[in-house]
C-alpha cells in the first residue's frame, strides 16, 4: 500500500490501557517493544480472560484479576458506548465517525523499567491500529460472528455498546511509537488549529509538563487532520519499517 494512499484515508487516535490510574502502565523496554496491558474489568464473567490467562500476569496490579481486553489484536476488535449517563460519548464522539478503510489508531500510558518501580508514567505511545472493517451497533455486534471475542459481549450483563470491527491490515505494532513534544507537533493541534498549549500554568500558577498537556489534549478521540496524515504515517512506518508501506 502506497503511502499516498493511507494519507488520503481518515484517521482517528484514542487513548487505551492501563494508566496510573489502575495501577501501572504496561511496560516500555530497551529496544521500543512494548506490552500492551488493559485496564481490570469491572463486569467479570466465566468468559472474561485473567491477566494471567492473557500472558499478562507479571505485569498486572493482581494476576488472577480479570482484564478488560479492549482493543483486542487477535480478532480485531473494540468495544466501547456511543451514550454514556444519556449524554454523547465524548470520548468516543470522532471515532464514531470513521468509515470502511478508515484508521482507528491506540495509543497507551508505558512505563520503562525505573519508572515502573516508582508507578510513574514514562509517556504515552502509539501502540496498535485497525484498517476499519465495519462498525456494529449493539442490535448487530451481539449476533456478529466477528465479535464473539469482544469484551463487551463477553462481560456479564452488558448492553448498548458498539463495536469497532478491523480488517486482517489492523495490527499490534511491534514498536511502539513515543507521543512526545516534538512528535506530537508534527500532527496534533487544538480545536482552533493552534500548537498545543506547551509551557502552559495549571490553576496552582505550575507549569504543566509536555505529558500532562498532551494527556489533556487526548482525553477524548482526535482526529489527525488531512495536512498531518503523511508526517503521522511516517513517524509510524520509522520505528515499524516492516509495514508494507510504499
Known sequence: MRLNELSSRQIVIINVGMSTADGIPGPLFKDGTFRFVPIPESSPSKLTSTYNELG??????????????????????????RFKKGKPNIRVANALKLRPQDFLFFFASLSKASDRRKRKTTGMFVIGFFEIREILPY???????????????????????????????????????????????????????????????????????????????????????????????????EKNPDLSVQ
Not at 499478562?56 to 466501547?80: I, K, R, S, V
Not at 494527556?215 to 482526535?222: E, F, H, K, P, V
Open 56 to 81: 499478562l500476569g507479571e505485569w498486572a496490579p493482581n494476576p488472577e484479576l480479570h482484564a478488560h481486553n479492549d482493543p483486542e489484536f487477535e480478532t480485531m476488535t473494540f468495544g466501547d458506548y
Open 139 to 237: 442490535q448487530k455486534a451481539k449476533l456478529s460472528t466477528l465479535t464473539k471475542k469482544n469484551v463487551h459481549r463477553l462481560r456479564r450483563n452488558d448492553s448498548k455498546y458498539t463495536v469497532w470491527i478491523g480488517t486482517k491490515r489492523s495490527r499490534l505494532l511491534e514498536v511502539a511509537v513515543p507521543m512526545n513534544r516534538e512528535n506530537v507537533e508534527l500532527y496534533l493541534r487544538t480545536s482552533r488549529g493552534r500548537p498545543l498549549p506547551w509551557d502552559s500554568k495549571d490553576k496552582n500558577g505550575r507549569t504543566r509538563t509536555d505529558l500532562e498537556v498532551i494527556n489533556s489534549a487526548t482525553r477524548a478521540s482526535r482526529i489527525i487532520s488531512q495536512v498531518f496524515r503523511r508526517d503521522f504515517w511516517r513517524l509510524i512506518i
